[in-house]
């Protein structure tokens, strides 16, 4: 499956963004997804999961309460929406797809992996 990533940008502190990650090759309708991200420096971190069904997700407690992830299985296409930002959550994003339940928040646990998108928080 490939994965396209896209809808990042610059944003002030407090802003929304909606991230999109369409699928093509394979149908996401039996694929678990997620987003990373990627600060400057840092290592490629978890920040949010949903399951092949759509019936259970879970996501890092630094966004809890703030993003949501949601799957169009119709549209082959995953979405994080992003509310409340804070300069802290700047990073480059990336999607991930791994067939079957939830393979959990380690990085190397997923399977597929989208180019990444760059959201920038500015305070």
């Known amino acids: 499956v490939q994965l396209q990533a896209s809808g990042g940008g610059l944003v002030e502190a407090g802003g929304s963004l909606r991230l999109s990650c369409a699928a093509s090759g394979r149908t996401l309708s039996s694929y678990s997804m997620g987003w990373f991200r990627q600060a400057p420096g840092k290592e490629r971190a978890f920040v949010v999961a949903?399951?092949?069904?759509?019936?259970?997700?879970y996501s890092a407690d630094s966004v809890k309460g703030r993003f949501t992830i949601s799957k169009d299985n119709a549209k082959n296409t995953v979405y994080l929406q992003m509310n409340s930002l804070k300069p802290e959550d700047t990073a480059v994003y990336y999607c991930?797809?791994?067939?079957?339940?939830?393979?959990?928040?380690?990085?190397?646990?997923?399977?597929?992996w989208g180019q990444g998108t760059q959201v920038t928080v500015s305070s």
């Open positions: 949903i399951s092949w069904s759509g019936g259970s997700a």
């Open positions: 991930a797809a791994d067939p079957g339940p939830l393979p959990g928040t380690r990085v190397a646990a997923w399977r597929y």
